[in-house]
């Protein structure tokens, strides 16, 4: 994950004053990083337009019937070549000023191969995400790889519920909304039109503390806040990025 956001930071770097763009990434830190076989996930994709620019190579491709624009660093391909990569952010909205255009979506990669990768040159995996598959490429909700439990106390709200409660049995609340008091663990601003909260009460099950908020107010890591909103299971975002327990919208309860 280290080499992807440095990979992208990179990418924004040298494209400074050329171009620009919203990124629209959900924090991907695998709950398994290799399979089995240790060779990782990844995806197989057929270049179908390659446009060459300053380090970096624009392709689209196709995958199992579908196809889309992704961003690496430069590689000398031609159209018809077959391409493997493993980890992706996605961007929405994002203006080329070098190539006058806009890309409605376009995932950036940090790394691209016309051969398979292996678990030695590609540590991190994210599932694919036209081939039926749903692999947690955010950990499940609550899980230590996720954030760190923090030591805090909260009594619920008025009406509100527990993390724990939720957690214990999160399909009894599927499509209710609920309302959760909580201190902000991690907060991340502007991530696809969204603010996106991770929320601790101080109580568990399973090994598995938190929940996950969207949310349109401005927030800062370490408020105290008591949400309400409507859950949602096994939210399926694409590109890998898929959620267990998901409240979203919620408001603030003042």
Not at 219 to 224: F, Q, R, V
Request: proline letters at 5%.
């Amino acid at each position: 994950m280290l080499s992807l956001l440095l990979t992208v930071f990179l990418f924004q770097s040298c494209i400074s004053g050329n171009d620009s763009g919203t990124a629209t990434e959900a924090k991907k830190n695998p709950e398994n990083l290799f399979s089995a076989s240790s060779v990782p996930e990844q995806h197989q994709v057929i270049a179908k337009e390659i446009i060459q620019v300053s380090n970096y190579s624009y392709i689209k491709v196709a995958e199992a019937g579908k196809e889309y624009w992704l961003a690496a660093p430069s590689i000398e391909a031609q159209t018809g070549d077959t391409l493997y990569y493993g980890s992706g952010m996605l961007m929405t909205n994002f203006e080329s000023k070098e190539l006058k255009r806009t890309f409605a979506t376009i995932l950036f990669v940090d790394r691209i191969s016309k051969t398979p990768l292996s678990a030695d040159t590609q540590p991190v995996t994210v599932s694919d995400p036209h081939a039926g598959k749903t692999t947690a490429a955010v950990p499940p909700t609550g899980s230590p790889r996720d954030t760190v439990k923090q030591s805090v106390k909260i009594e619920p709200a008025e009406n509100g519920l527990t993390i724990a409660t939720i957690l214990k049995d999160p399909k009894k609340y599927e499509g209710k909304t609920i309302r959760v008091k909580g201190r902000i663990t991690k907060y991340t601003a502007g991530v696809m039109g969204k603010n996106w909260v991770h929320v601790q009460d101080g109580s568990s099950f399973n090994n598995k503390f938190e929940l996950v908020f969207t949310t349109a107010a401005t927030l800062k890591d370490g408020d105290t806040i008591t949400f309400e909103g409507p859950v949602t299971l096994n939210k399926d975002l694409g590109f890998g990025y898929f959620f267990e327990i998901l409240i979203e919208d919620a408001k603030i309860i003042r």
